[in-house]
């Protein structure tokens, strides 16, 4: 410490004034404080449906293109109410029109024929016609713009994409492909006005854009020119937040009115407090832990088969998901308007996964599982079939890294955990056919590529049986362990009113009856 | 107090030995403070290169091809040699330009810019609270030395001192925001384009947390200093000669204490630097802190480099104001 002699003083001790003047000053700035913190936030009145509040993930990253890499779930909501594809599905899976009208194919399902809808307008108020779906098929099909969804559509024939007339489009492929028009119900290939995309995107759906700060918030405005059911809200605002966490504080203190994602544990503390409720969609959305077919052991299918009798679904549905999730069956679902395979449950067979690994000549087994944690319930899971592994003395180490480190590895990791939420039919293009970049286990399986084939030129009437089929082959062989459908909980104010539950877990998609209350 | 120690310790052999000398002196550190500063971007630059995953994967994601990314690589530049990439950054950062950022394109500046302010906002209003409570508490807990106010303010000030800044964050927001008050907002998003001090309600935990953490920190050394001065031989001297307590107090022992807490608060307000990190993170504010931990997450260099850079000059300019203070009470 220093010191210092004693300074003189004349008269009236120095310090006095300044520090009552300092003790009132602070007094004064925290009553305000206290004052200002106390007072409500400004309720929104502002029309019939009013504003709803969204809390989303940040995004630094993001943009408004709809055709950007690595899309957020963040970047997905917003485009979801700002753009639109050719055709949809509804919250209960099933198939609808958008965009398109019709789509016809010629004999020998190489060339199809896109009938669109007329009287609809972009939300700068301009028509929306075949060139701006050429535009935007061109752009979508260009593999330098490296978009999401290039995958689905790599079967079009870029040169052979053409306007016929103001409401016709004639799209040429490289090979034939049956279920075309449900390749189009996809967040990631939506329509947008010609020459618009990238840096200005303009879309015709519900909502257009008034404001945008990459990481931190975009505002929203009903698009009044819409063709469809306009939406009741006069706005959407998405506000940002660090975490999930601070997603449900900002819904606990009536800062957002939902909470667009929050781990099973966080939706069930919150429901019930201040008027909060959960919505619940059951869906087909599934969390796997994936094999690396190229890496020994997982090569060998005794191997992953006794890995998928090792785990306890029933204990990763209420351990790792907290009851929100149903067991699964080690296939992915079909649609909805299929019957499930005709396959038994397969359940947790401690001895018979001991008797497969000793043929294998692998009773010794021990490897890692890595994960990322990006999705609630990763980890979880991981951990489950780590302690259910042990029983048959197979040694998991669950291997938590940072996203970046997880992606640069990305079809190397020899056990990982991934995601699916698409439908089957996009998934079995994109992540089960080989040499496909989301295809991390590569895994190879003649059979299931020849009915792959099939199912693609097949009537919709047919692909029931075949995508049975297919599902009896990721049982029997397949590189993972599917062992729930999860659930996607949404956790949002009382005053909402008209939400509805999506099976595609993206409920967030259909607001058109939502209003919120003041 | 070992912070201060140890400043006390490097001050005896880098500080000047007079009055005349203190001119120099100070420009001899600003010089090594841009020497520091230098190196921190090199280090910055080096150690993004060493972190796992590679920036064109992460802006593309896992359904890119290999083709891709390495095209995606090349239009970012990042094809270049490492050294010709760390030149281009510093020359364009010191004529003005500060580039664009990797993840979404946006010009630094104008990503930057608005979270300065929001930054500075936190730590300003902080300081300004932190300092004052310090002292009245400091100084009332000394002089009622060994009471049951005393020693509750030691254990509380102890406490607060060995709770990280997210837990005393999350406890303010438990107790004021989410499970037993619900008077303030849990979360303090400023919406883009607003001043902060328009949302004074979100900004009341966010500085609660870090006037808590400083006033407990700062306020014990006040304390100290305080018995330090009341034991002293010319207050001891002052009570001979018959002087009024108040006298003794407000005259002779509170300036000696507060000017020898000086350089201590110049170190709080480098440590609120951290601690305004930790806080935007708990409560969702969008300031330097947030963007770096985006920046890092994303390997986002031009944004991370100018954020680390900003912090780590108000850093070092507010460790050299401690040292100054210290100076100029040696000097005195």
């Known amino acids: ?518 | 107090m070992t912070r201060l120690a140890t400043r006390t310790r490097v001050l005896k052999h880098g500080s000047p030995s007079g009055r005349g000398s203190v001119f120099p002196w100070l420009v001899r550190r600003l010089l090594f403070g841009v020497l520091v500063l230098f190196l921190v971007s090199v280090l910055v630059f080096f150690l993004t290169q060493a972190l796992p995953g590679d920036v064109a994967r992460i802006i593309l994601g896992k359904d890119a091809t290999a083709e891709q990314v390495a095209l995606l690589r090349r239009q970012l530049g990042l094809d270049r040699p490492l050294v010709t990439q760390y030149w281009d950054w510093l020359t364009g950062v010191l004529t003005g330009r500060m580039g664009t950022s990797l993840q979404n394109g946006e010009p630094v500046a104008d990503l930057v810019g608005p979270r300065i302010l929001n930054s500075f906002t936190l730590g300003f209003v902080s300081m300004v609270l932190i300092v004052p409570l310090a002292v009245v508490l400091g100084v009332f807990s000394a002089h009622k030395r060994d009471s049951a106010l005393d020693k509750t303010f030691v254990a509380v000030s102890s406490l607060f001192t060995a709770l990280p800044a997210f837990v005393v964050g999350m406890l303010l927001i438990a107790f004021f925001a989410t499970s037993v008050l619900g008077v303030l907002p849990g979360v303090s998003n400023i919406p883009p384009g607003d001043m902060p001090w328009w949302h004074p309600a979100k900004l009341v935990l966010p500085v609660a947390s870090l006037t808590l953490l400083g006033v407990m920190y700062l306020g014990r050394l006040v304390r100290a200093s305080f018995l330090d001065a009341m034991d002293s031989e010319y207050v001891q001297t002052a009570v001979l000669k018959g002087l009024s307590d108040r006298r003794i107090l407000f005259g002779h022992a509170l300036p000696n204490a507060v000017a020898a807490s000086l350089p201590a608060a110049g170190l709080v307000a480098a440590i609120t630097i951290t601690g305004v990190v930790v806080v935007e993170e708990v409560y969702s504010y969008p300031g330097l802190g947030t963007a770096v931990v985006s920046a890092v997450n994303a390997h986002d260099l031009p944004v991370m480099q100018i954020c680390i850079l900003i912090l780590a000059t108000t850093y070092y300019l507010f460790n050299l104001l401690a040292d100054v203070f210290a100076v100029m009470t040696r000097s005195r």
């Open chain 1, 1 to 518: 410490m220093f010191r210092r002699p004693p300074r003189s003083v004349p008269g009236m001790p120095a310090g006095r004034l300044p520090l009552r003047t300092l003790a009132v000053a602070t007094g004064f700035a925290l009553t305000a404080a206290t004052i200002a913190g106390c007072a409500p936030s400004e309720p929104a009145r502002d029309g019939r449906g009013g504003t709803l509040r969204i809390a989303a993930a940040t995004d630094a990253g993001e943009t408004l293109n709809p055709y950007a890499s690595n899309q957020t779930p963040t970047q997905q909501l917003r485009s979801s109410l700002l753009y639109e594809g050719l055709t949809h599905l509804d919250a209960t899976g099933k198939f609808e029109w958008r965009l398109a009208t019709a789509m016809t194919p010629n004999k020998d399902l190489t060339e199809w024929t896109i009938k669109l809808r007329p009287g609809v307008t972009f939300t700068d108020g301009s028509a929306f016609t075949a060139a701006d779906v050429v535009a935007s098929i061109k752009y979508l099909r260009d593999p330098e713009h490296a978009v999401q969804g290039l995958a689905l559509i790599e079967m079009i024939d870029a040169a052979r994409v053409e306007a016929v007339d103001e409401l016709t489009v004639r799209v040429g492929l490289t090979r034939p492909f049956g279920p075309f028009k449900d390749i189009w119900a996809n967040v990631f290939l939506p329509m947008t006005k010609a020459g618009s995309a990238p840096a200005k995107p303009i879309g015709t759906g519900p909502f257009a854009v008034t404001s945008f700060a990459a990481g931190r918030q975009s505002k929203l405005a009903r698009h009044d020119g819409y063709w469809g059911a306009k939406p009741k809200l006069k706005a959407v605002d998405i506000v940002e937040y660090q975490s999930q966490q601070a997603q449900a504080n900002a819904l606990l203190s009536d800062e957002v009115d939902i909470a667009s994602s929050a781990t099973p544990a966080i939706a069930k503390s919150l429901a019930g407090k201040n008027g909060i409720e959960l919505l619940d969609s059951k869906g087909d959305f599934t969390l796997r832990i994936g094999f690396n077919t190229t890496v020994a052991p997982f090569g060998d299918v005794r191997v992953r088969q006794a890995l998928r009798l090792l785990i306890d679904r029933r204990q990763v549905v209420s351990n790792a998901f907290g009851g929100y999730a149903r067991p699964a069956n080690d296939h992915e679902a079909g649609t909805p308007q299929c019957p499930a395979p005709n396959v038994p449950q397969r359940e947790q067979d401690i001895d018979r996964a001991k008797r497969l690994l000793a043929e294998a000549g692998q009773s010794d087994l021990a490897f890692s599982v890595a994960t990322d944690g990006l999705l609630p319930g990763m980890k979880e899971l991981a951990q489950v079939f780590s302690e259910n592994a042990a029983k048959a003395g197979v040694k998991v180490d669950v291997n938590v890294v940072p996203p970046q480190q997880f992606l640069s590895k990305w079809g190397k990791w020899p056990v990982y955990i991934d995601f699916n939420t698409l439908p089957y039919l996009p998934y079995v293009i994109t992540s089960l056919l080989p040499d496909r970049v989301a295809n991390a286990a590569h895994w190879k399986n003649p059979e299931f590529s020849r009915l792959a084939d099939e199912l693609f030129a097949a009537s919709d009437e047919e692909q029931c049986s075949i995508m049975n089929r297919m599902h009896g082959i990721e049982y029997a062989e397949g590189p993972m362990i599917t062992p729930a459908f999860v659930n996607v909980l949404l956790p949002y104010n009382g005053r909402v009113r008209g939400l509805v539950p999506d099976v595609s877990g993206r409920p967030l998609s259909f607001l058109s009856n939502v209003t919120v209350g003041r």
